[in-house]
């Protein structure tokens, strides 16, 4: 997936100028340091990549990177980022979302583009709670919580990100901590070079609303031992990556193990839980239209077609 640009290019090169507004403390901040960290590692061509959003906070990270942005509809932005991917496969395609935004309306769409295992990175922002609509419980949020926003207890089950990836079709699932920056960049760059629909669920902070999981919970520092309450899989020796894609009982085992360890609560494992490399969208659209194999959409004339045959046939 990943483009390289002609030169050395800076973290600085990954920024646009305009203004943040997040909130002071916010887990937005390390997880769009982490996109660029993992950008500028990878050395992707800043005009080579495109950046979606949904609607939240997370919205509006494209606004501060620099490449294309598209800030899109509530719960579409894997559509569009499918879309876009179709429409230029020499793009580097990024979509971000929120845990209510991609979790909860989006969650049709989820499973959609798991199933389709296009070319593209999905990042989600996930603290729990709605942050830009002040706070209510998102889909994540577990049955009993209550953060300082909510008048009453969450009345439902939280979802499980991680196991609704893996039965979606998802190639590529990972967890990472918003306040862990290059450990989270790593996995970032991991799935920007993973040919396939890779899911990064990204643990953050919401210091405006959630005031049960915040970075001194993630710390440990209520516990008597003062353990972080994360750990990262790979050393505990997990290895959820697929070695013979065409063994049905491997893939099987891997995406047990990965499912087991997605519900551990405490301490949460970070890493990446499962990977396999299997043919892509792109790859079978292209098999059906060897057109777009050979120019991108965007670069063929579709203007001057006579439809009139279509136009015909439908009468």
């Given at each position: 997936m990943s483009v390289s640009a002609p030169v050395k290019l800076t973290l600085k090169d990954y920024k646009s100028d305009l203004h943040n507004d997040w909130c002071p403390g916010c887990g937005d901040f390390g997880i769009?340091?982490?996109i660029q960290m993992a950008l500028q590692q990878l050395q992707i061509d800043p005009d080579k990549?495109?950046?979606f959003s949904g609607i939240g906070c997370s919205g509006k990270t494209p606004h501060y990177i620099n490449g294309y942005g598209f800030h899109t509809l509530h719960g579409r932005v894997l559509t569009v980022a499918t879309g876009g991917r179709l429409a230029n496969t020499d793009l580097t395609v990024l979509a971000l979302g929120g845990d209510g935004d991609g979790y909860g309306i989006g969650a049709g769409y989820f499973v959609g583009a798991g199933r389709r295992n296009a070319d593209f990175a999905y990042i989600v922002h996930n603290n729990n709670v709605y942050g830009l609509t002040k706070g209510q419980a998102s889909p994540t949020l577990s049955k009993g919580k209550k953060t300082k926003s909510m008048p009453e207890q969450a009345i439902q089950d939280g979802i499980n990100p991680v196991a609704m990836a893996i039965a979606s079709g998802y190639t590529f699932i990972a967890r990472a901590y918003a306040l862990e920056p290059k450990y989270t960049a790593a996995i970032i760059a991991r799935a920007i070079q993973h040919k396939g629909s890779a899911l990064v669920d990204v643990l953050q902070t919401c210091p405006t609303y959630n005031d049960l999981y915040t970075k001194e919970w993630y710390e440990g520092a209520d516990l008597p031992e003062k353990r972080s309450r994360l750990y990262k899989l790979?050393?505990?020796g997990f290895d959820g990556k697929v070695k013979d894609p065409?063994?049905?009982e491997e893939i099987v085992a891997k995406k047990s193990a990965a499912v087991a360890r997605s519900y551990e609560a405490d301490p949460i494992p970070i890493g990446v839980y499962y990977e396999v490399?299997?043919?892509?969208?792109?790859?079978?659209?292209?098999q059906r239209i060897p057109a777009l194999a050979?120019?991108?959409?965007v670069e063929q004339d579709v203007?001057?077609?006579?439809?009139a045959p279509l136009l015909e046939a439908m009468r």
């Open positions: 769009l340091t982490s990549l495109a950046v790979e050393d505990k065409t063994d049905q490399e299997l043919p892509t969208y792109e790859d079978a659209v292209f050979e120019k991108p959409l203007f001057h077609r006579d439809i």
